[in-house]
């Protein structure tokens, strides 16, 4: 093609086909190399119908690729002059009919120029629109939050919706002894204080009382206030300051008391928070010697409002002497009749020593107190034979004789009756010889009446009343 470099179209613009096909519309806009639209400095080209061709939006910049219209589409020409067309609005140039349709299918190609700022400003302004709506939802969501955990507090942000959910996002374990404000599950609201106290067991014992309590206090004051016990005057096994540590702590507490002490016929009220009763008795300026004692044990829990009285002791020791009673271990013996009881071997009483203590309680003597015993001999266990021998019905020719008038002369009706010289005894004061050739056992004295009198009739029957020569008479009496 014979064409100059370069052929220029009225006033508005130079068309360039060289190596890099450009087309220059004035200051405002020009078509870059192969047919890139590059924006000017000017004002932008009102858009062209999509019809026409189709612009695609590189990645950055603001320059477009413009591809072909259809076939079946004429393309739009550049306006012309009244005078006929290749002439310019503002320039006629007269050119040759082949160079000018050359041109004019270049300027066709280029005539529908895209809408760059439009196409791109509507996809921005969604895009910022949508940021515009998520931003203020996410505004909305994001809380400003006071965190307190055991007396560290932070600020954070979250979008946590409750108390619960906060502390499971912030990794803060919650117990069933510790306490949540607001309660766990309330909702949040920018701006709140969450406070978080753990509990902390607490093995107390108040005025001898154990038990053992939880509490969220930090220190061992703050926990006596949280529990309402008086600590004014108290005791306390560890100091007020000490903190109590997530483990717990053991803590004696003994609070102030009144306590009346009686002693010497005098009564003194102390304020004590004394551990036993013989403290309060020594904080009291009272002494305790000797056998002293108190109404209470000194060992035990002094009482709010209690009374306690000294009691003065003085005394000594007696040893006595008691008997120890025998036992009778009682054997039958077939060959006695029944009634009649041998003592074979006499009982003797044991001797036991014993130790009293002789007490004055306050000048006032009291009963003797045992205090230990001792056996110095044991006692003799007597034994007795017991018959079991039935007795003779009757003795012929003895019956019906006043043998009661006749023991009475003789001992007076006595059994066991023994004369002074120890040779007769029983009711008919027989002699040992004569009794044991009547059959009888033992001694006389020691049968019962039924068998001296069974003997005496036998007697009787021997030699009649010759073994009784003073009494003899009154069997006829």
Same mark, same amino acid.
């Given at each position: 093609?014979?064409?100059?470099?370069?052929? &220029?179209? *009225?006033?508005?613009? +130079?068309? #360039?086909?060289?190596?890099?096909?450009?087309?220059? %519309?004035?200051?405002?806009?020009?078509?870059?190399?192969?047919?890139?639209?590059?924006?000017?400095?000017?004002? +932008?080209?009102?858009?062209?119908?999509?019809?026409?061709?189709?612009?695609?939006?590189?990645?950055?910049?603001?320059?477009? !690729?413009?591809?072909?219209?259809?076939?079946?589409?004429?393309?739009?020409?550049?306006?012309?002059?009244?005078?006929?067309?290749?002439?310019?609005?503002?320039?006629?140039?007269? #050119?040759?009919?082949?160079?000018? !349709?050359?041109?004019?299918?270049?300027?066709?190609?280029?005539?529908?120029?895209?809408?760059?700022?439009?196409?791109?400003?509507?996809?921005?302004?969604?895009?910022?629109?949508?940021?515009?709506?998520? +931003?203020?939802?996410?505004?909305?969501?994001?809380?400003?939050?006071?965190?307190?955990?055991?007396?560290?507090?932070?600020?954070?942000?979250?979008?946590?919706?409750?108390?619960?959910?906060?502390?499971?996002?912030?990794?803060?374990?919650?117990?069933?002894?510790?306490?949540?404000? /607001?309660?766990?599950?309330?909702?949040?609201?920018?701006?709140?204080?969450?406070?978080?106290?753990?509990?902390?067991?607490?093995?107390?014992?108040?005025?001898?009382?154990?038990?053992?309590?939880?509490?969220?206090?930090?220190?061992?004051?703050?926990?006596? *206030?949280?529990?309402?016990?008086?600590?004014?005057?108290?005791?306390?096994?560890?100091?007020?300051?000490?903190?109590?540590?997530?483990?717990?702590?053991?803590?004696?507490?003994?609070?102030?008391?009144?306590?009346?002490?009686?002693?010497?016929?005098?009564?003194?009220?102390?304020?004590?928070?004394?551990?036993?009763?013989?403290?309060?008795?020594?904080?009291?300026?009272?002494?305790?010697?000797?056998?002293?004692?108190?109404?209470?044990?000194?060992?035990?829990?002094?009482?709010?409002?209690? &009374?306690?009285?000294?009691?003065?002791?003085?005394?000594?020791?007696?040893?006595?002497?008691? /008997?120890?009673?025998?036992?009778? #271990?009682?054997?039958?013996?077939?060959?006695?009749?029944?009634?009649?009881?041998?003592?074979?071997?006499?009982?003797?009483?044991?001797?036991?020593?014993?130790?009293?203590?002789? !007490?004055?309680?306050?000048?006032?003597?009291?009963?003797?107190?045992?205090?230990?015993?001792?056996?110095?001999?044991?006692?003799?266990?007597?034994?007795?034979?017991? *018959?079991?021998?039935?007795?003779?019905?009757?003795?012929?020719?003895?019956?019906?004789?006043?043998?009661?008038?006749?023991?009475?002369?003789?001992?007076?009706?006595?059994?066991?009756?023994?004369?002074?010289?120890?040779?007769?005894?029983?009711? %008919?004061?027989?002699? &040992?010889?004569?009794?044991?050739?009547?059959?009888?056992?033992?001694?006389?004295?020691?049968?019962?009446?039924?068998?001296?009198?069974?003997?005496?009739?036998?007697? %009787?029957?021997?030699?009649?009343?010759?073994?009784?020569?003073?009494?003899?008479?009154?069997?006829?009496?």
């Amino acid at each position: 093609m014979s064409n100059p470099q370069y052929e &220029t179209y *009225g006033t508005h613009g +130079t068309y #360039r086909y060289g190596a890099h096909e450009t087309y220059d %519309y004035g200051t405002q806009e020009m078509y870059g190399p192969y047919g890139t639209y590059l924006q000017g400095p000017g004002p +932008t080209p009102a858009p062209a119908p999509a019809a026409y061709g189709t612009w695609e939006m590189p990645v950055t910049g603001g320059a477009h !690729r413009a591809t072909h219209p259809p076939a079946h589409e004429q393309p739009l020409l550049p306006r012309q002059a009244p005078g006929g067309p290749g002439t310019d609005l503002r320039e006629p140039v007269m #050119r040759p009919r082949s160079d000018r !349709r050359a041109a004019h299918r270049r300027r066709a190609r280029y005539a529908r120029r895209p809408e760059p700022a439009m196409r791109r400003l509507v996809p921005q302004a969604l895009v910022v629109a949508f940021l515009a709506g998520g +931003t203020s939802a996410f505004v909305a969501k994001d809380k400003a939050i006071e965190l307190n955990v055991d007396g560290k507090s932070r600020t954070l942000h979250t979008f946590a919706d409750d108390v619960t959910e906060l502390l499971a996002e912030e990794g803060v374990p919650v117990g069933a002894h510790d306490v949540v404000t /607001p309660a766990r599950g309330s909702a949040l609201s920018s701006g709140d204080e969450i406070a978080v106290h753990y509990g902390r067991p607490l093995r107390l014992t108040i005025d001898g009382q154990r038990r053992e309590v939880w509490t969220t206090a930090r220190t061992v004051e703050d926990a006596l *206030g949280q529990l309402g016990v008086r600590a004014e005057g108290a005791y306390l096994s560890v100091s007020r300051s000490q903190p109590i540590g997530n483990a717990g702590l053991t803590l004696d507490v003994r609070t102030e008391r009144a306590v009346t002490v009686i002693a010497d016929g005098r009564a003194r009220t102390v304020r004590t928070n004394a551990a036993t009763v013989r403290e309060t008795i020594e904080q009291a300026g009272i002494t305790l010697r000797g056998q002293d004692t108190v109404s209470v044990p000194s060992g035990s829990f002094p009482r709010d409002g209690q &009374t306690v009285t000294v009691l003065r002791v003085t005394g000594s020791k007696e040893v006595r002497e008691e /008997p120890i009673p025998f036992q009778v #271990r009682r054997t039958n013996d077939p060959a006695l009749f029944r009634g009649i009881e041998v003592v074979d071997r006499a009982g003797q009483p044991g001797v036991r020593r014993v130790t009293y203590l002789l !007490r004055s309680v306050n000048g006032v003597r009291q009963k003797p107190r045992r205090e230990k015993s001792r056996v110095v001999r044991e006692p003799l266990t007597q034994l007795v034979r017991v *018959g079991i021998k039935p007795p003779p019905p009757s003795v012929a020719g003895a019956e019906g004789l006043n043998w009661r008038a006749l023991a009475a002369c003789e001992s007076s009706g006595r059994p066991t009756a023994v004369d002074p010289s120890g040779t007769y005894g029983g009711l %008919y004061q027989f002699d &040992t010889h004569t009794w044991r050739s009547l059959g009888g056992k033992g001694r006389p004295q020691d049968a019962s009446a039924a068998e001296q009198t069974y003997r005496a009739k036998k007697l %009787y029957v021997r030699r009649g009343t010759s073994p009784w020569p003073h009494c003899g008479s009154r069997l006829y009496g």
